[in-house]
């Protein structure tokens, strides 16, 4: 059973475009949410924290469906420089596993000019 | 901005080599980790590390791995007998109080 699971992609898009991430999880009970980038053999960077009631950020959006432990990631306009692989990262119920991350193996995202 | 560094950035050591990764958490963090990642794959969860004792470690760090915060600033992992499968990128990263944890740049290592 994976812990988090994200559709890998690759997604290829024109400067411009909007795109969506989806992530699902699988532990119920699980307290913290985040997207994290990736650039190519660099260390994840966090882009946001994740809330129930959604949060945004610039040109990111994201949501978070607890129901469905369903996870998403909204980038509009796209810009060249968002080119990375984003981790869909989940941080289980605090007293049990304190401070482990699991993440998702990444969905690749490319913009084109 | 505070920043978490580790040393060395790359690594090339042979099959049953001792290796010791080092990191400097950023400096008023309280809670340490040591993920890894092997080319193509996910980031793993290897051990975090409170108040000086091991809180948690994954079923990949075995008896072969062991951390260390020797001086207040660094924080080590050290692997005694390296294996091929041992090859990936380390990423040590560091947390507050907080939700967020920070990552070092990686080591990359090459176990041949």
């Known amino acids: 059973r994976k812990e988090v699971e994200q559709d890998p992609g690759p997604f290829n898009v024109p400067e411009g475009a909007t795109v969506a991430f989806n992530c699902t999880y699988s532990?119920?009970?699980?307290?913290?949410f985040f997207w994290y980038r990736q650039d190519c053999r660099k260390e994840p960077k966090l882009l946001m924290s994740v809330y129930s009631s959604g949060n945004e950020d610039g040109r990111f959006t994201a949501q978070l469906n607890r129901a469905s432990q369903y996870i998403s990631l909204l980038i509009r306009d796209s810009k060249l420089s968002d080119s990375a692989t984003y981790l869909c990262?989940?941080?289980?119920?605090?007293?049990?596993?304190?401070?482990?991350?699991?993440f998702g193996r990444g969905t690749q995202l490319t913009v084109w000019p | 901005e505070p920043e978490v560094t580790q040393t060395p950035s790359h690594q090339v050591t042979q099959m049953g080599q001792e290796v010791i990764l080092r990191c400097v958490p950023i400096?008023?963090?309280?809670?340490f980790y040591w993920y890894r990642q092997i080319l193509g794959q996910k980031v793993e969860f290897l051990v975090s590390f409170y108040n000086n004792e091991i809180s948690e470690k994954s079923e990949i760090f075995d008896d072969q791995f062991s951390v260390e915060r020797p001086d207040g600033s660094n924080f080590t992992l050290k692997i005694r007998s390296t294996k091929l499968e041992d090859s990936a990128m380390y990423f040590c990263?560091?947390?507050?109080?907080?939700?967020?944890?920070?990552f070092g740049p990686g080591t990359r290592l090459l176990v041949l």
């Open positions: 532990n119920s009970a699980s307290q913290s």
């Open positions: 990263a560091s947390q507050a109080g907080g939700e967020t944890q920070y």
């Open positions: 400096s008023n963090h309280l809670y």
């Open positions: 990262v989940v941080n289980p119920p605090r007293g049990s596993t304190l401070g482990r991350l699991y």
